[in-house]
C-alpha cells in the first residue's frame, strides 16, 4: 500500500489516487470529532509504532462533483488553505505539548493530515471533573506550547478547551493549527476578525488592527477560567466578575486579571522561560504548599 512508503514520499503531494474511504476504509472508522475542517477519523496507523492514528480529512470538492459551482470551488480552496496552514505550522514545530504530525497525505477526493491518536480525548470531555491542582497542571503545560510557538512568530489563533487534546500520559497537547498565523516579528499588528465566540479578547470587536499575540493570550485565560471555575465561556461573560465572586487563591486571581485584562498592554506574555513567570509559578506552587 502508498502509505507504507517512506514519510519523506509523502509531504505534500498528489501521492495516494485512491479516495480516503478506501485507503482507509472510513465507513467503519469511529468519528473522534467534526469542525469546521471537516472530520477526525480513529485509523489504523499505517506508518507509526503505535496501532491507532487520527485522521483528520479536509472536505473540499470531491471526485465526484459533476457540478463546477463557485461554491465547491470555495469550499476546496478553503479546505486546502486550512490544510497548508497546519501543515505549515506542525512541520516547523516539535514540543511535548503541541501535535505532531506523523504525515500529509493529498488523496483523491480530500486532504489529510495523519496524527498521534490522543486517547483521553479533548481537555472539553473531561473539564468538568478537573481539580485545581490538574487544572493548574495542564495550564503550564499549554502556556509552555503557547510560548514555544509565541517565540517562533506563530499565532495559534483559536485556543480553545476542544483544541487541546489530553494522551495517554496524562498531558496537555494544543492542536488544530487551521487558525494559526506565522508573522514576521513581535510588534506586529493585524485584523482579526475570527475565532471562537466567548474566547475573542475585547479589542478584536474594536475594528482596529490588534497585537495577535496578547489575542492568544486571551483565549488561554478563557481556557484556564473554565478549568478553574467549572463554568461554560460566552460572549457576555463578565470573566473577571466570576473570578473575583470565586473563592480563589490569591496568586490565581492575579493570574486571571493579567490574563483577562481587557487592556491587551496589560496583559501578559507567555514567557515561561522568563524569570518573572517561573516567579509567578514558585509563587502559585508556594500559596498551596507544594515544593517548588
Ligand atoms: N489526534 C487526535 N486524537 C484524538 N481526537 C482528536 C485528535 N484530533 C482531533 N480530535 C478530535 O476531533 C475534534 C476536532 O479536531 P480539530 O479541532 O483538529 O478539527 P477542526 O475541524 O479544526 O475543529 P473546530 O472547527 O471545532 O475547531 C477535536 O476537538 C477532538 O475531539
Ligand atoms: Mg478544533
Redesign the pocket.
Known amino acids: 500500500m502508498a502509505l507504507n512508503k517512506p514519510l519523506s514520499h509523502f509531504i505534500d503531494i498528489d501521492l495516494v489516487h485512491k479516495t480516503v474511504e478506501e485507503e482507509f476504509q472510513l465507513q467503519d472508522a469511529k468519528v ?9 477519523f ?1 485509523v489504523k496507523n499505517p506508518v507509526g509504532k503505535t496501532d491507532f ?2 485522521l ?1 480529512v479536509f472536505r473540499g470538492k470531491r471526485e465526484s462533483d459533476s457540478s463546477s459551482s463557485s461554491n465547491s470551488d470555495h469550499s476546496q480552496e478553503r479546505a486546502e488553505k ?1 490544510f497548508r496552514t497546519e501543515v505549515n505550522v506542525m512541520r516547523q514545530c516539535q514540543h511535548p505539548n503541541l ?1 505532531p504530525m506523523l504525515n500529509s497525505v493529498r488523496m483523491a477526493d480530500s486532504l489529510c493530515i495523519l ?5 483521553e ?2 481537555l ?2 473531561i473539564i468538568h471533573r478537573l481539580t485545581t491542582h490538574q487544572a493548574i497542571g495542564y495550564f503550564f503545560q499549554i502556556a509552555d506550547a503557547l510560548n514555544y510557538l509565541h517565540k517562533k512568530k506563530i499565532i495559534h489563533g ?1 485556543i ?1 478547551p ?2 487541546v ?1 489530553i494522551n495517554s500520559v496524562n498531558q496537555a497537547v494544543l ?2 493549527f ?1 487558525l494559526s498565523k506565522c508573522v514576521p516579528n513581535q510588534s506586529v499588528k493585524l485584523f482579526i476578525d475570527y475565532g ?1 465566540k466567548g474566547f475573542r479578547a475585547p479589542e478584536t470587536f474594536e475594528d482596529e488592527r490588534v497585537c495577535p499575540f496578547k489575542v492568544d493570550i486571551y483565549a488561554l485565560g478563557v481556557t484556564f477560567w473554565a478549568m478553574i471555575l467549572k463554568k461554560k465561556p460566552g460572549p457576555s461573560v463578565n470573566y473577571l466578575h466570576h473570578v473575583n465572586r470565586a473563592s480563589l487563591i490569591p496568586c490565581l486571581k492575579q493570574v486571571f486579571e493579567s490574563l483577562l485584562n481587557k487592556d491587551p498592554s496589560k496583559r501578559i506574555s507567555v514567557s515561561l522561560g522568563s524569570d518573572e513567570s517561573k516567579k509567578e509559578s514558585i509563587k502559585i506552587k508556594k500559596e498551596r504548599g507544594q515544593p517548588s
Open positions: 473522534l470529532g467534526e469542525g469546521m475542517s471537516g472530520a477526525v480513529l492514528a487520527a483528520k486550512l501535535m496524527m498521534p491518536y490522543m486517547s480525548g479533548s472539553n470531555r483559536d480553545k476542544n483544541n487534546l492542536s488544530d487551521g471562537t
